[in-house]
C-alpha cells in the first residue's frame, strides 16, 4: 500500500538504468495532469533517503506539474532486495531487457552476487542471467547513455548492430563510432538499419559521411538500390529468420519432451520454470501469430 511522500526526498541514483520515451511520456503527463498519479512509484528506504526503482516517467511528470507529494511503496529494506523484487515482477512493470540487465549487472558489480546467487534469487537459470551481462559487458559507456536516453532505438541496437559485431567482425569502437553519429536524429528503425548496412557494408565514402553526420545524401542513396533479390527489406528479413527458428525449436522441443533421458531433479525444476514462463506468454503470443497471419493472407 502507498503513502505519499515528498517528491524532493527521491534519491535518483537509478535514473540512468531505466529507459527514456519521450512519446510516451508525454501522454502519461497528461494523464496525471487529469487524473494524478494512480500506481505509486517504488523504491528502497534508506536512512538518507528514498531510493527510486521504478516510477522514473512518474516522477518526471509531478515534477513538471509542480507536485509536492507522490504516493510511494516499499520494495524492500535495502538497494540489493528492492532491485530482486523489481526483477521478479519485472513482466508486469514492463521492464525491457536492457533494464533488466542494468540492473542484474548492478547486483554482480557492486552489491557482489554471483551470477548463481542472482539466478536463484529470481528463480532463472544463469543462462538467462549470463547473457544479460554480457549484454552490459559488450556495450561502451557512451553507447549506454545513447539507448537509455532514448536516443538510439533499442531494437536497431539488439537485433543489427550486434549483428554485425558478431557475423562481420565490426569492433566495439566502430559500433560506437556509429552510434553516436546517428544519435537523436529521429530516424526511424528501418533508417538506422539502411546507414548500419551503408557505413559498415558499403564504400569507404558511405562510411566517412555517416560517421560526420551527414545522413541525407547515403540515405538517398540507399533509398535508391533496387531491393533484395527475395523482395524484402532487412527489417522483414530479421522477422522471417525469427519465424524460422521458432518454428524449428517447436519442433525440436515437441520431439524431445518425451523423452525418457529427461530424469534429473535439477532438469525438471528448471524446465518447470522455463515452461511456466512460455505458458504464461502462450495467449499473447499466439494472438499476435494470429493477426500476423490474417494480415499476410489479406496483403
Same mark, same amino acid.
Given at each position: 500500500?502507498?503513502?505519499?511522500?515528498?517528491?524532493?526526498?527521491?534519491?535518483?541514483?537509478?535514473?540512468?538504468?531505466?529507459?527514456?520515451?519521450?512519446?510516451?511520456?508525454?501522454?502519461?503527463?497528461?494523464?496525471?495532469?487529469?487524473?494524478?498519479?494512480?500506481?505509486?512509484?517504488?523504491?528502497?528506504?534508506?536512512?538518507?533517503?528514498?531510493?527510486?526503482?521504478?516510477?522514473?516517467?512518474?516522477?518526471?511528470?509531478?515534477?513538471?506539474?509542480?507536485?509536492?507529494?507522490?504516493?510511494?511503496?516499499?520494495?524492500?529494506?535495502?538497494?540489493?532486495?528492492?532491485?530482486?523484487?523489481?526483477?521478479?515482477?519485472?513482466?508486469?512493470?514492463?521492464?525491457?531487457?536492457?533494464?533488466?540487465?542494468? /540492473?542484474?549487472?548492478?547486483?554482480?558489480?557492486? $552489491?557482489?552476487?554471483?551470477?548463481?546467487?542472482? +539466478? *536463484?534469487? %529470481?528463480? =532463472?537459470?544463469?543462462?538467462?542471467?549470463?547473457?544479460?551481462?554480457?549484454?552490459?559487458?559488450?556495450?561502451?559507456?557512451?553507447?549506454?547513455?545513447?539507448?537509455?536516453?532514448?536516443?538510439?532505438?533499442?531494437?536497431?541496437?539488439?537485433?543489427?548492430?550486434?549483428?554485425?559485431?558478431?557475423?562481420?567482425?565490426?569492433?566495439?569502437?566502430?559500433?560506437?563510432?556509429?552510434?553516436?553519429?546517428?544519435?537523436?536524429?529521429?530516424?526511424?528503425?528501418?533508417?538506422?538499419?539502411?546507414?548500419?548496412?551503408?557505413? /559498415?557494408?558499403?564504400?569507404?565514402?558511405?562510411? $566517412?559521411?555517416?560517421?560526420?553526420?551527414?545522413? +541525407? *545524401?547515403? %540515405?538517398? =542513396?540507399?533509398?535508391?538500390?533496387?531491393?533484395?533479390?527475395?523482395?524484402?527489406?532487412?527489417?522483414?528479413?530479421?522477422?522471417?529468420?525469427?519465424?524460422?527458428?521458432?518454428?524449428?525449436?517447436?519442433?525440436?522441443?515437441?520431439?524431445?519432451?518425451?523423452?525418457?533421458?529427461?530424469?534429473?531433479?535439477?532438469?525438471?525444476?528448471?524446465?518447470?520454470?522455463?515452461?511456466?514462463?512460455?505458458?504464461?506468454?502462450?495467449?499473447?503470443?499466439?494472438?499476435?501469430?494470429?493477426?500476423?497471419?490474417?494480415?499476410?493472407?489479406?496483403?
Amino acid at each position: 500500500m502507498g503513502r505519499e511522500i515528498e517528491l524532493s526526498s527521491l534519491d535518483l541514483r537509478y535514473e540512468g538504468f531505466r529507459l527514456k520515451a519521450s512519446a510516451l511520456e508525454e501522454r502519461l503527463l497528461g494523464s496525471i495532469a487529469q487524473r494524478g498519479i494512480e500506481e505509486p512509484l517504488e523504491g528502497v528506504e534508506t536512512k538518507e533517503s528514498n531510493v527510486l526503482l521504478n516510477g522514473f516517467k512518474r516522477f518526471r511528470c509531478a515534477r513538471k506539474l509542480r507536485l509536492a507529494t507522490v504516493p510511494y511503496s516499499s520494495l524492500g529494506p535495502d538497494e540489493a532486495v528492492g532491485i530482486l523484487n523489481l526483477l521478479r515482477t519485472a513482466n508486469n512493470r514492463a521492464l525491457g531487457i536492457l533494464e533488466q540487465a542494468a /540492473f542484474i549487472a548492478e547486483l554482480k558489480n557492486t $552489491r557482489q552476487m554471483s551470477v548463481a546467487q542472482i +539466478a *536463484l534469487e %529470481l528463480s =532463472r537459470s544463469k543462462s538467462w542471467v549470463s547473457m544479460r551481462l554480457g549484454l552490459m559487458a559488450e556495450m561502451s559507456a557512451p553507447v549506454r547513455r545513447q539507448l537509455f536516453a532514448g536516443a538510439f532505438p533499442v531494437y536497431s541496437y539488439m537485433y543489427a548492430l550486434r549483428q554485425f559485431m558478431r557475423m562481420n567482425g565490426v569492433k566495439p569502437a566502430q559500433i560506437e563510432e556509429f552510434v553516436l553519429a546517428v544519435s537523436g536524429k529521429g530516424l526511424s528503425v528501418r533508417e538506422v538499419e539502411q546507414l548500419a548496412h551503408g557505413c /559498415f557494408r558499403g564504400p569507404e565514402s558511405f562510411r $566517412r559521411e555517416i560517421l560526420k553526420g551527414n545522413l +541525407a *545524401l547515403p %540515405l538517398e =542513396r540507399m533509398r535508391q538500390v533496387p531491393q533484395s533479390s527475395d523482395g524484402c527489406n532487412e527489417f522483414e528479413r530479421v522477422l522471417l529468420g525469427d519465424l524460422e527458428l521458432t518454428q524449428k525449436y517447436m519442433q525440436r522441443v515437441m520431439g524431445k519432451s518425451q523423452d525418457r533421458r529427461l530424469v534429473s531433479r535439477a532438469f525438471h525444476a528448471q524446465s518447470h520454470l522455463l515452461s511456466a514462463g512460455i505458458l504464461s506468454r502462450s495467449r499473447a503470443f499466439f494472438h499476435t501469430l494470429r493477426q500476423l497471419h490474417d494480415r499476410n493472407g489479406q496483403a
